[in-house]
């Protein structure tokens, strides 16, 4: 099981971007993203559980987790985007916890993407 992720880069504040996250292997039925800035843990952004989206407060209304079952691929769409939003981002598969935010809860990890916002 892999999981490639793909997206990320440097914007401007108020710009967009979007991540990629395609699993080879395994079909998963949820995935989750998750963030971690120099210094702090890594956190929960969003997450896609059998069609039902879950968000972080702090990127709700601006994030968008979507799904290509044809490709096998998760997506999160950020606009709007703010420097406090600058961090390395990683799609997770696998869950085994009922949290979706739990970072220990799940077995497959992708590479980290560097997000960067200026201001």
């Known amino acids: 099981v892999q999981l490639q992720a793909s997206g990320g880069g440097l914007v401007q504040a108020g710009g967009s971007l979007r991540l990629s996250c395609a699993a080879s292997?395994?079909?998963?039925?949820?995935m989750g993203w998750f963030r971690q800035s120099p210094g702090k843990e890594r956190e929960p952004v969003a997450a896609w559980n059998l069609g039902v989206t879950a968000y972080a407060d702090s990127v709700k209304g601006r994030f968008t987790i979507s799904r290509d079952n044809a490709k096998n691929t998760y997506y999160l769409q950020m606009n709007s985007l703010k420097p406090e939003d600058t961090a390395v981002y990683y799609c997770?598969?696998?869950?085994?916890?009922?949290?979706?935010?739990?970072?220990?809860?799940?077995?497959?990890w992708g590479q980290g993407n560097q997000v960067t916002v200026s201001s």
């Open positions: 292997g395994r079909t998963f039925s949820s």
């Open positions: 997770a598969a696998g869950r085994r916890s009922k949290s979706w935010a739990d970072v220990t809860g799940y077995d497959y």
